[in-house]
């Protein structure tokens, strides 16, 4: 079974303007600096993190109606087409590590999750036929078992390193509180959260880290705007 991590950003969190910027300012620290195209994408990346870590647009994920509704969504095949193994909701965009069950499409799940939510969070929030997020997510097939874990603390430590809280656990849309995501039936009941499940469905601990320090293995990945 392949475990796949993912970023899915709002339509509106990194204007077109700001996204040709930092563009040209990682090719140009890059070549100023003598580097390669894959410099160039890891500076990319971080500069793209930063940008997002400005929280631009309407950033509807605030909206607690709106993130449950987004939450509902993740967790409504879990246990069946995927193990969903972390999540984090962030002002203007979430990340996800789940692993999916024999024959299931990662990229059909995903857009599975971009449809049913669009259209509940527009009539939610008033509006009709917009799209909420940009049109290509970043899917990212993991590695092997210590990607997949790397994966997952970097999730977790999102609303860390974006200044959020100071501690994964202190954030109220993420895994990290909840110890593990459970089914969306069981959602109401987060009273008696249960380990993070691994690849093969039993019950890990994840790795103690000292709070208010961002984990070293959280940091960017290539964009796939780069």
């Not at 993912?6 to 100023?32: C, G, N, S, Y």
């Not at 299931?104 to 509006?127: E, F, I, K, P």
Request: glycine share 8%; net charge neutral.
């Amino acid at each position: 079974m392949a475990t796949y991590w993912v970023t899915l950003r709002l339509a509106d969190a990194l204007p077109r303007e700001r996204m040709t910027e930092v563009k040209a300012r990682a090719a140009a620290t890059v070549e100023e600096e003598g580097g390669d195209e894959t410099a160039r994408k890891r500076l990319l990346a971080r500069l793209i993190e930063e940008e997002t870590n400005l929280w631009h647009g309407d950033c509807w994920l605030r909206d607690e109606e709106v993130a449950r509704t987004i939450l509902a969504s993740l967790q409504s095949g879990h246990g069946r087409k995927y193990t969903l193994r972390a999540w984090c909701l962030l002002p203007n965009h979430l990340q996800a590590v789940f692993t999916v069950a024999e024959g299931v499409d990662a990229a059909a799940v995903v857009r599975d999750w971009s449809n049913y939510t669009t259209r509940q969070v527009n009539l939610l929030v008033g509006r009709e036929g917009e799209e909420l997020w940009e049109k290509l997510p970043y899917i990212k097939a993991c590695m092997d078992d210590a990607d997949v874990m790397r994966r997952i603390r970097g999730v977790e430590f999102r609303p860390v390193n974006g200044g959020l809280c100071q501690r994964p656990r202190d954030w109220k849309w993420g895994s990290a509180r909840q110890a593990s995501p459970a089914p969306a039936k069981a959602a109401s009941n987060p009273t008696s959260p249960s380990p993070r499940p691994d690849s093969a469905g039993r019950p890990v601990q994840g790795k103690p880290t000292k709070p208010g320090t961002p984990s070293p293995e959280a940091g960017p990945e290539e964009d796939p705007f780069a």
